[in-house]
């Protein structure tokens, strides 16, 4: 993989998918702490105070060459702040991980769809990821039919996978090699 460190803002329809700014703490603390964003991800912050904190770890990482987490802010065109957000994990022998977040209110509307495009092609495209994959909660109905929107396939299906401050859930996992995504129809 290419060594990254800071990753390129892309533009989407609607979506402009740029590196977290200290000013996005706010923005994000109003769907973060929200329970219904909570119940589909594994790391949950609680309050304001923990979402500053994160904010502020996730802007010193930046431009550091042993980064292998990129956490970016998805901003709304016309509204002009965070309505959501996204991340890319580096591993090991070409992999990436990718997930995505959008605000509650504003489910169904397809940001989701423009953020784990743009998620997939940060990391095939400019990080050279060779195989990307996405873990899903098995409840999260909107991000299972996301997953496969953007072309990642189903591979399997873990019933009790460790989700973080001691819970377990049924979580999905999907992926998509390089090869697969270059060759699949624009």
């Known amino acids: 993989m290419t060594i990254v460190t800071i990753l390129p803002a892309v533009e989407t329809r609607s979506l402009v998918l740029r590196e977290i700014e200290a000013r996005d703490w706010k923005a994000f603390s109003h769907f973060m702490t929200q329970s219904a964003y909570q119940r589909h991800i594994a790391?949950?912050?609680?309050?304001?105070?923990?979402?500053?904190?994160f904010v502020t770890r996730q802007v010193a990482r930046q431009g550091d060459e042993r980064r292998h987490i990129f956490h970016l802010a998805a901003e709304d065109k016309t509204r002009g702040f965070a309505v959501g957000d996204g991340?890319?994990?580096?591993?090991?022998g070409g992999l990436a991980e990718i997930g995505?977040?959008?605000?509650?209110?504003l489910w169904g509307?397809?940001?989701?769809?423009?953020?784990?495009?743009?998620?997939?092609?940060?990391?095939?495209?400019?990080v050279g990821a060779v195989r990307v994959w996405a873990k899903v909660m098995a409840n999260n109905a909107a991000s299972l039919k996301l997953a496969r929107r953007i072309g990642l396939k189903h591979e399997r299906s873990h019933p009790d996978y460790p989700a973080g401050h001691g819970r377990f859930e049924a979580v999905e996992f999907f992926a998509i090699t390089a090869e697969d995504y270059f060759d699949a129809g624009y």
């Open 100 to 105: 995505w977040g959008v605000a509650p209110d």
């Open 87 to 92: 991340f890319i994990i580096l591993g090991r």
């Open 43 to 53: 790391l949950r912050l609680r309050s304001e105070d923990d979402v500053k904190n």
């Open 109 to 126: 509307r397809g940001f989701g769809t423009e953020i784990g495009r743009s998620l997939l092609g940060l990391a095939v495209e400019r």
